[in-house]
């Protein structure tokens, strides 16, 4: 049995990279990352973490470090940024991104 209906072709990608959290030890990241979701939670925001870890190669010479993407849905970016302003984090700890995110797997497939 074979259900389409117009939701099958329809894309869905309209995901917001909202922010990068770069560091050296994954308990600098995670001390930053609980409060973001934390946050994020108490304000009722929906959000996926994309965790980007280099080779083994890249860490050695180039000292390429984890980086984690906390991703938003576009509709939600207003309350989001509401949350950031209010958790008042340094410079340091976050990169604010914005851009689309680049996740090819958001969509539904036949």
Not at 21 to 33: F, Q, W, Y
Not at 44 to 54: A, D, G, K, M, T
């Amino acid at each position: 049995m074979n259900i389409d209906n117009m939701m099958t072709r329809v894309k869905v990608n309209n995901e917001i990279d909202l922010c990068e959290l770069v560091g050296g030890k994954k308990k600098n990241i995670d001390v930053t990352r609980h409060k973001i979701e934390a946050a994020l939670q108490y304000a009722r925001v929906s959000y996926f973490l994309r965790w980007q870890e280099p080779g083994f190669f890249s860490r050695l010479f180039k000292g390429e470090k984890t980086r984690l993407v906390f991703c938003i849905n576009s509709a939600q970016l207003e309350d989001a940024m509401k949350v950031f302003d209010e958790l008042q984090l340094a410079e340091d700890e976050v990169r604010f991104l914005g851009g689309k995110s680049k996740n090819k797997y958001m969509y539904a497939e036949q």
